[in-house]
């Protein structure tokens, strides 16, 4: 199926040299997509490839994990914002032992600070190191950390357009949230684009 939306021209996103960035869409839509988890359970965390490092984020990880951020998103004071909000040990990075260069991330954390609510926030991978299942061992690796800290019910907020993202959040047990009138229609369109059979009986209604 036809995607119904078109790359940006102008696009804040930064490539790096060899290290294209992704393209760039503005969302037709006024709200996110949503997903929630609803069981404890723990996933299976993909093998970690050959020249790779499964690890937490650290002091002087900032330059790398911020070129990384910048070839997916465009918001400047994300990282910021992330460590202000980040579970204990739930900031995942893999880095690229060859080139010491973080390639993949995705973080566990807390709405706010006064909030027990908990999110799966901020995944993102270098495009240049698809197809080793990165996305999807760090997303795992945060599915754990919400799951082993007894964070229930957590969600994630997405695009419609991400659907390598949202790929690996269905594959991990997270389920699309209607929340709005309008999420029904979006996810079966959804699930359309990513030949995924459409069953609204893994939807969840408030």
């Known amino acids: 199926m036809e995607l119904p939306w078109t790359p940006e021209t102008d696009s804040p996103l930064k490539s790096l040299p060899d290290r294209p960035a992704y393209n760039y869409y503005v969302s037709e839509h ?16 993909p093998p970690i490839p050959r020249n790779y490092n499964l690890r937490q984020f650290h002091m002087g990880d900032d330059k790398s994990y911020q070129e990384l ?55 993102v991978c270098d495009p240049s190191h698809t197809g080793k299942k990165l996305g999807t061992i760090v997303a795992a690796a945060v599915t754990n950390k919400l799951a082993k800290e007894g964070c229930v019910n957590p969600r994630l907020s997405t695009d419609d357009f991400r659907l390598a993202a949202i790929r690996i959040y269905l594959d991990l047990g997270w389920k699309p949230y209607l929340y709005k009138p309008d999420m029904e229609q979006r996810w079966d369109e959804t ?13 969840v209604i408030p």
Not at 69 to 74: E, G, I, P, V
Not at 191 to 203: A, E, K, P, T, W
């Open 69 to 123: 951020f910048d070839l997916a998103f465009h918001m400047p004071d994300a990282l910021v914002k992330t460590l202000e909000k980040a579970l204990t040990d739930g900031f995942f990075v893999i880095e690229h032992i060859p080139s010491s260069t973080i390639v993949a991330s995705c973080v566990a954390e807390r709405e706010s600070n006064s909030s027990n609510n908990c999110i799966l926030g901020w995944l």
């Open 191 to 203: 699930c359309i684009r990513l030949g995924r059979d459409v069953n609204s009986n893994n939807y």
């Open 30 to 45: 006024a709200n996110q997509l949503r997903m929630v988890r609803q069981s404890l359970k723990f996933v299976e965390v």
